[in-house]
């Protein structure tokens, strides 16, 4: 049976090109395996069978079967005359072998017989033979047979890979010197690569200072130094780049100039400008000439960090070394000119370009058209991207996912929808950024219905919704208040395979909070932690603001102190809505403890904390307190906004204190601060409540000749007043006005209007004034 199995395993093995032998120690493991399932041992002689089966196609692997095995040769191709000597030299200490005596050249000859014997011989790590362990554990006799291999680099490589991973070797800078050595003198550089990068894995990077060290013949530590930048480059490890180039430099030996661009493009990916600078002046120094794509690097560098006078005396230099720009250099210098403001520099570059008969391209227009709608300039930008087609280059996806972008930013939905219709006639095809910033687009201006036909849309075209696809969709229904629909899209999501983030959550804690549900904000907030998601400060904030709007500071100062022990602290933007909050639930003191304590984590108070501690002090009576933190924002150089103003304006206006109030709301247009409908209610209400009612119509009328238009509040002051003067037509007037530019009442204005009414009676006078005074009257009297 056991001869059977192994036929058939040996079978199977050479059908399908898998050496199943190779593996002496399995072989050996799988027959007494079997044996013991059959539950007896077999003797020598019975097993000495199994070789003459399996190894009819390969005698040489019966000899070393039976080494292994220690069987007697029963093979009828073995050699009897040498099985007898082996027996002889085995019974006689004198003639038998012993590795410990083995010459250089024993041991070389040893490895060419193996391999001629076995050609899997030293390929597999479960290839094994014990004659090799006295070189393995020797690493002085290790370096010495490799060397004597050396005219056979290939089977000197098989042999050290082999070695290097068996139990026992010791690794070395020394060895793997050597065999790089060997390979670099016959320039097999694609083997030596593999080596090297086994160098850099192991951390043996002081073979840098073995190979300068004259170890191997200069020749060969060239090639292999400038191998080993190169892997270090491909790996981005700047600082051991720059070690070895150093070291390379001042030991007189040149990098190739590739390497050297390698280690230019490495700093430049990780903001080391300065070095870069370094490496480019040693480059200088030691006569490496630097190419076209030293210069591109370089500019594209000093551009990155905005130095531009430093990237425009490089380009000056290079013109006077003889390198002329090429159309990538000018694209880095459109680009740089463009990311740094310089927009008549980059048209001016493009005009030199095309005068030098060089090709202008999308990524040539692409860094300028952006640069423009950055700066609100969408139609210059709109007019590049027409001069770029007129000069023979076609826009790209990235052109075209630009200009939607800032269209849908400035709420030109129809440009923007205009632009993707283009995209689709030019045979571009629209990625998931297109289709992003459209969504995002109709979300901002409130139209869900074309939002979710584009994403329907993006599916039917096979392409898969990203995080920030239903995270853009989920704000759009929070914006409308629509939380249930929100929840039901987050619910969708999660089956679709995309996990809600710490944004989506976010979002529908604040859509919560700002629709007063504020028992489902603590739900999404309290399922964000259960799903193991950490809130970031955006989060933690929003957390803030909902403990504040339930009256709960104690849980919002919890909130603030555990985002501090989570490693967020606390950012200006927490301070001002804590600041806020408290001076919302009248807590003015703790507010302005707040306020102080932001200096202390290294905060300056801006514009919005000056004008949430002085609305808190005015609110409050705390007028002089609330002047002396306006004149001290004043004295730290920021700039009141029309929100502080406002504040003030109406804090004196309240008080009857109009001189002030004039005061600043002239100080305010000086400053070029335009005020808006809350200032002109807050001066309106002031007259209203001092019984001034001519000097609240002066204003009211200017704010609708500045095109303001008066809302709810507005007419309903004016309602107000007049009714308290007995001034009813007027007031009926106001109310009437009110209705045709769609504001609809509510119930303050209904006070108002009917003050003077019993409540009971309220109800019916606003349904005969809306229903028979305002409305049709045959409809009236159907309904009655």
Same mark, same amino acid.
């Given at each position: 049976?056991?001869?059977?199995?192994?036929s058939?395993?040996d079978y199977?093995?050479?059908r399908?090109?898998f050496?199943f032998?190779s593996?002496? &120690?399995?072989?050996?493991?799988?027959?007494?395996?079997v044996?013991?399932?059959?539950g007896?041992?077999?003797?020598?002689e019975?097993?000495?069978?199994?070789?003459t089966?399996?190894c009819?196609y390969?005698p040489?692997?019966?000899?070393?079967l039976?080494?292994?095995?220690?069987?007697?040769?029963?093979?009828?191709?073995?050699?009897g005359?040498k099985?007898?000597?082996?027996? &002889?030299?085995?019974?006689?200490p004198?003639?038998?072998?012993?590795h410990?005596?083995f010459?250089v050249t024993?041991?070389?000859k040893l490895?060419?017989k193996t391999?001629?014997?076995?050609?899997?011989?030293f390929?597999h790590n479960?290839w094994?033979?014990?004659?090799?362990?006295?070189?393995?554990?020797?690493?002085?006799l290790f370096l010495?047979?490799?060397?004597?291999i050396?005219k056979?680099?290939?089977?000197?490589? &098989?042999f050290?890979?082999w070695?290097?991973i068996?139990?026992g070797?010791k690794r070395?800078e020394?060895?793997f010197?050597?065999i790089?050595e060997?390979?670099?003198?016959?320039?097999?550089?694609?083997s030596?690569h593999?080596?090297?990068?086994?160098?850099?894995?192991?951390?043996?990077?002081?073979?840098?200072?073995?190979?300068?060290g004259?170890y191997?013949?200069s020749?060969?530590?060239n090639k292999?130094?400038?191998?080993?930048?190169?892997?270090?480059t491909?790996?981005s490890m700047a600082?051991l780049?720059?070690?070895t180039f150093?070291?390379?430099?001042?030991n007189?030996f040149l990098?190739n100039?590739?390497?050297?661009?390698?280690?230019?493009?490495?700093?430049?990916d990780?903001d080391?400008?300065?070095?870069?600078?370094?490496?480019?002046k040693?480059?200088?120094?030691?006569? %490496?000439?630097p190419?076209i794509?030293?210069?591109?690097?370089?500019?594209d560098s000093?551009?990155?960090?905005?130095?531009?006078?430093e990237?425009?005396?490089l380009?000056?230099?290079?013109?006077?070394r003889?390198c002329a720009p090429n159309?990538v250099?000018?694209?880095?210098?459109i680009?740089?000119?463009s990311?740094?403001?310089?927009?008549?520099?980059?048209?001016d570059?493009i005009?030199?370009?095309?005068?030098?008969g060089?090709?202008?391209?999308?990524?040539t227009?692409?860094?300028?058209?952006?640069a423009?709608c950055?700066?609100?300039?969408?139609?210059?930008a709109?007019?590049?991207?027409?001069?770029?087609?007129?000069?023979?280059a076609?826009?790209?996806?990235?052109t075209y996912?630009?200009?939607m972008?800032?269209?849908c930013?400035?709420?030109?939905?129809a440009?923007?929808?205009k632009q993707f219709?283009?995209?689709?006639?030019?045979?571009l095809?629209?990625?998931i950024?297109?289709y992003?910033?459209?969504i995002?687009?109709?979300c901002r201006?409130?139209?869900?219905?074309?939002?979710?036909?584009l994403f329907d849309?993006?599916?039917f075209?096979r392409l898969f919704p990203?995080?920030?696809?239903?995270n853009?969709?989920i704000?759009g229904?929070?914006r409308?208040?629509?939380l249930?629909e929100a929840r039901?899209l987050?619910?969708?999501m999660?089956?679709?395979?995309?996990?809600p983030?710490?944004c989506?959550?976010t %979002?529908?804690?604040i859509?919560?909070?700002?629709?007063?549900?504020?028992m489902?904000a603590?739900e999404?907030?309290?399922?964000?932690l259960?799903k193991?998601?950490?809130?970031?400060?955006?989060?933690?904030?929003?957390?803030?603001v909902?403990e504040?709007?339930?009256?709960?500071t104690?849980k919002?100062?919890?909130?603030?102190?555990?985002?501090?022990?989570k490693g967020?602290?606390?950012?200006l933007?927490?301070y001002?809505?804590?600041v806020d909050?408290?001076?919302?639930?009248?807590n003015v003191?703790e507010?302005?403890?707040?306020?102080q304590?932001m200096?202390?984590?290294?905060?300056a108070?801006?514009?919005v904390?000056?004008?949430?501690?002085?609305h808190?002090?005015s609110?409050?009576?705390?007028?002089k307190?609330?002047?002396?933190?306006?004149?001290?924002m004043l004295d730290?150089g920021?700039?009141?906004t029309v929100?502080t103003?406002?504040v003030l304006?109406?804090?004196?206006a309240?008080?009857? &204190?109009?001189?002030q109030?004039?005061m600043?709301?002239?100080?305010m247009q000086?400053k070029?601060?335009?005020?808006?409908?809350?200032t002109?209610n807050a001066?309106?209400?002031?007259?209203?409540?001092?019984?001034?009612?001519?000097q609240a119509y002066?204003f009211?009328?200017e704010m609708?000749?500045k095109?303001?238009?008066?809302?709810?509040?507005?007419y309903?002051?004016?309602i107000s007043?007049?009714c308290n003067l007995?001034n009813?037509?007027?007031?009926?007037?106001?109310?009437?006005?009110?209705?045709?530019?769609?504001i609809?009442?509510?119930s303050y204005t209904h006070?108002a209007?009917?003050?003077l009414?019993?409540?009971?009676?309220m109800?019916?006078?606003i349904w005969f004034?809306?229903n028979?005074?305002?409305?049709d009257?045959d409809?009236?009297?159907?309904?009655?």
């Amino acid at each position: 049976m056991v001869i059977l199995l192994l036929s058939i395993l040996d079978y199977v093995g050479r059908r399908y090109n898998f050496e199943f032998w190779s593996s002496l &120690r399995s072989l050996q493991f799988l027959t007494f395996t079997v044996l013991k399932v059959k539950g007896r041992t077999l003797h020598l002689e019975e097993l000495s069978v199994i070789p003459t089966v399996l190894c009819l196609y390969d005698p040489w692997q019966l000899q070393t079967l039976h080494d292994v095995l220690q069987l007697p040769s029963k093979h009828p191709y073995s050699n009897g005359k040498k099985a007898k000597e082996k027996e &002889r030299t085995k019974d006689n200490p004198k003639t038998s072998i012993n590795h410990n005596t083995f010459s250089v050249t024993d041991f070389e000859k040893l490895i060419y017989k193996t391999i001629k014997r076995n050609r899997w011989a030293f390929t597999h790590n479960f290839w094994v033979s014990d004659r090799f362990q006295p070189i393995i554990v020797d690493p002085d006799l290790f370096l010495v047979v490799l060397n004597s291999i050396r005219k056979r680099p290939r089977v000197a490589l &098989r042999f050290f890979r082999w070695a290097e991973i068996q139990p026992g070797f010791k690794r070395s800078e020394f060895a793997f010197c050597t065999i790089l050595e060997i390979l670099a003198d016959r320039n097999l550089m694609r083997s030596a690569h593999s080596v090297m990068e086994k160098v850099v894995n192991c951390d043996l990077h002081g073979i840098v200072d073995i190979l300068i060290g004259g170890y191997v013949n200069s020749e060969a530590s060239n090639k292999l130094l400038d191998l080993l930048l190169w892997i270090y480059t491909k790996a981005s490890m700047a600082e051991l780049c720059l070690l070895t180039f150093d070291k390379m430099t001042r030991n007189g030996f040149l990098p190739n100039v590739k390497n050297c661009n390698r280690i230019l493009r490495v700093l430049q990916d990780k903001d080391l400008v300065n070095k870069a600078k370094d490496v480019y002046k040693a480059m200088n120094e030691f006569g %490496i000439q630097p190419t076209i794509v030293t210069y591109n690097t370089l500019l594209d560098s000093f551009f990155k960090e905005g130095e531009v006078r430093e990237a425009l005396g490089l380009l000056s230099e290079m013109q006077q070394r003889g390198c002329a720009p090429n159309d990538v250099t000018y694209n880095v210098l459109i680009n740089g000119c463009s990311r740094t403001g310089e927009l008549n520099q980059a048209k001016d570059l493009i005009g030199e370009m095309l005068n030098r008969g060089l090709k202008v391209s999308a990524f040539t227009y692409n860094p300028l058209i952006f640069a423009y709608c950055k700066m609100g300039k969408l139609v210059e930008a709109l007019e590049l991207g027409n001069e770029m087609e007129s000069r023979g280059a076609s826009p790209t996806v990235a052109t075209y996912n630009t200009f939607m972008n800032w269209l849908c930013k400035w709420g030109d939905m129809a440009e923007a929808r205009k632009q993707f219709y283009d995209m689709l006639r030019k045979n571009l095809v629209p990625d998931i950024l297109s289709y992003n910033t459209l969504i995002y687009g109709y979300c901002r201006v409130s139209n869900l219905r074309e939002a979710f036909l584009l994403f329907d849309d993006l599916r039917f075209k096979r392409l898969f919704p990203t995080i920030v696809t239903y995270n853009t969709l989920i704000d759009g229904l929070c914006r409308l208040g629509d939380l249930e629909e929100a929840r039901k899209l987050k619910e969708e999501m999660i089956h679709q395979g995309v996990f809600p983030d710490v944004c989506t959550y976010t %979002i529908l804690v604040i859509g919560s909070c700002k629709m007063g549900n504020l028992m489902m904000a603590k739900e999404f907030f309290y399922e964000m932690l259960r799903k193991g998601l950490q809130p970031d400060c955006y989060a933690y904030t929003t957390g803030i603001v909902r403990e504040l709007m339930c009256n709960d500071t104690s849980k919002a100062f919890s909130l603030q102190e555990e985002m501090r022990a989570k490693g967020f602290p606390p950012n200006l933007i927490t301070y001002n809505v804590l600041v806020d909050g408290l001076c919302k639930l009248g807590n003015v003191d703790e507010a302005y403890g707040v306020f102080q304590k932001m200096a202390q984590d290294g905060l300056a108070p801006d514009h919005v904390s000056y004008t949430s501690v002085i609305h808190g002090h005015s609110e409050n009576g705390r007028l002089k307190e609330a002047m002396k933190l306006f004149y001290q924002m004043l004295d730290r150089g920021l700039s009141p906004t029309v929100v502080t103003y406002t504040v003030l304006i109406h804090a004196h206006a309240s008080k009857r &204190r109009f001189e002030q109030a004039f005061m600043f709301f002239s100080e305010m247009q000086e400053k070029g601060v335009s005020p808006n409908v809350i200032t002109y209610n807050a001066l309106i209400n002031g007259f209203c409540k001092e019984g001034r009612i001519d000097q609240a119509y002066r204003f009211f009328d200017e704010m609708e000749e500045k095109g303001l238009s008066p809302n709810k509040y507005t007419y309903t002051l004016l309602i107000s007043e007049n009714c308290n003067l007995g001034n009813w037509n007027e007031a009926l007037r106001l109310y009437i006005q009110m209705l045709e530019t769609g504001i609809q009442p509510d119930s303050y204005t209904h006070t108002a209007l009917f003050k003077l009414l019993p409540k009971d009676c309220m109800s019916r006078a606003i349904w005969f004034l809306e229903n028979v005074v305002l409305g049709d009257g045959d409809t009236a009297e159907r309904k009655g």
